[in-house]
């Protein structure tokens, strides 16, 4: 079966072979283990993942690809498809204690598919991605690096992100421009540093970067004063990328307790 792929889903089928068994071979999982792939495209992940685990769950926004990945694994085993957009699939509403989430991810939803994931998070064991090496390297850069920014601190303050493996342009048809990598996304669990509020801690985080070349206390003013980062510890002249994933929930978590502590002295 042929299909020509659409941009417009930013589709990139993966075709190598060798990186299709090095993925499969870094999936821990066994008969009881819940897997959700997203995008599984032409099923090269999908058919070997099939025949290891016998059911699968897979969310396809496109329909003709949907009904040709049914027909292919018809007699391979069990195969939930859910054709819908992946940004407003519920990954926490298929009825099981933990999921292990795979894929190649669109470069056009990648980030935004992240923060939802994020939302989902009391419900996912791991995840094992395929995304642009541009967005694996800013997940995973730590405090004093130019990728260092909101994604790298939103994503690590819930888990543990580490770089796999690149992997070239070729491995996919089309083509795509850019390279790609392999990114495993653990979640922290128990929490060592925990966010009391994650729309404050959003709030926190996206502001900072918005103005990432300014001091933190120009970037953040409005929202907190020279006399709050000293009460929490952080340096007034040190910019965004300056700041560790622990100093932003240090911070964030202060402006919850005292905003709570107001509204009790106010009642």
Do not use: W
């Not at 008969?31 to 999908?46: K, Q």
């Not at 543990?160 to 922290?188: H, Q, Y």
């Amino acid at each position: 079966m042929s299909h020509k792929a659409r941009k417009r889903f930013g589709q990139h089928f993966l075709h190598d072979q060798n990186i299709i068994q090095r993925i499969i071979n870094t999936i821990t999982a066994d008969n009881s283990t819940r897997i959700v792939e997203i995008g599984p495209g032409m099923g090269a992940l999908t058919i070997p993942l099939l025949q290891a685990m016998g059911r699968l769950d897979v969310v396809e926004i496109d329909r003709d690809l949907a009904q040709q990945l049914a027909e292919r694994c018809r007699d391979i085993g069990t195969l939930h498809i859910h054709i819908m957009d992946v940004l407003q699939f519920d990954f926490c509403g298929l009825g099981t204690d933990k999921i292990k989430v795979v894929g190649n991810l669109p470069f056009n939803i990648s980030t935004p598919l992240l923060f939802h994931l994020l939302n989902n998070m009391h419900c996912i064991d791991s995840m094992l991605f395929m995304m642009q090496k541009e967005v694996v390297d800013r997940i995973c850069a730590q405090p004093n690096n130019r990728s260092y920014g909101r994604l790298s601190v939103m994503v690590q303050s819930e888990c543990t992100a580490r770089k796999l493996f690149n992997i070239a342009p070729g491995a996919f048809t089309p083509v795509p421009k850019v390279e790609s990598s392999m990114v495993s996304l653990t979640p922290k669990i128990p929490m060592t540093s925990p966010v009391s509020d994650k729309l404050i801690f959003s709030q926190v985080v996206k502001q900072a970067f918005n103005q990432r070349r300014k001091t933190i206390r120009n970037s953040l003013k409005g929202l907190v004063d020279e006399a709050v980062l000293l009460d929490v510890g952080i340096v007034h002249s040190q910019r965004a990328e300056n700041l560790s994933v622990a100093d932003y929930i240090k911070l964030a978590n202060f402006l919850h307790d005292t905003h709570n502590l107001r509204r009790k002295n106010c009642g």
